[in-house]
Nanobody, 132 residues
Framework: QVQLQESGPGLVKPSQTLSPTCAVSGTSITANYYSWHWIRQPPGKVLEWIGHIDYSGSTDYSPTLKSRTSISRDTSKNHFTLQLSSVTPEDTAVYYC????????????????????????WGQGTQVTVSS
C-alpha cells in the first residue's frame, strides 16, 4: 500500500522559505512512469497545482509559482521536498503531496484546476501558515 506523509514547520514568517517534505512508503519514488506532486489549497479556494518531480528526477512547475519554487528528492530516504521562497500570507494553505500516473503538468494545470481524481495516492496534508 502506497502511503505519503507530509511534514514540516506549520508557521513560516513572511519573506522566508517554506519547505515541507513528503515521505513515501510502499513504493519507490523512482518507480517507472510515476510523478510526485505538490498541491495546495488556500482557505476557501480550489486545489492549486504547484509542481512535480517525476521518476527520473525531472521537474515541472506552475508558471505562476515557478520563480519561487524548487522540488528536490532524496532517493536514499525515499522522500521529496518542496521549497517555496519569499512567502507572503497569500501562501497560507494546506499543502499536499500526491502521486500520479497521468500527464499532470504545467500545461494541464494552465487549462483547468487539478482534481483529486488526477492522483491515485495522497498525503493527509499539512497546514502552513505565513504570518509574522
Amino acid at each position: 500500500q502506497v502511503q505519503l506523509q507530509e511534514s514540516g514547520p506549520g508557521l513560516v514568517k513572511p519573506s522566508q522559505t517554506l519547505s515541507p517534505t513528503c515521505a513515501v512508503s510502499g513504493t519507490s519514488i523512482t518507480a517507472n512512469y510515476y510523478s510526485w506532486h505538490w498541491i495546495r489549497q488556500p482557505p476557501g479556494k480550489v486545489l492549486e497545482w504547484i509542481g512535480h518531480i517525476d521518476y527520473s528526477g525531472s521537474t515541472d512547475y506552475s508558471p505562476t509559482l515557478k520563480s519561487r519554487t524548487s522540488i528536490s528528492r532524496d532517493t536514499s530516504k525515499n522522500h521529496f521536498t518542496l521549497q517555496l521562497s519569499s512567502v507572503t500570507p497569500e501562501d497560507t494553505a494546506v499543502y499536499y503531496c500526491a502521486r500520479s500516473s497521468l500527464p499532470i503538468d504545467a500545461i494541464v494545470a494552465a487549462i483547468r484546476p487539478v482534481e483529486k481524481t488526477d492522483f491515485d495516492s495522497w498525503g493527509q496534508g499539512t497546514q502552513v501558515t505565513v504570518s509574522s
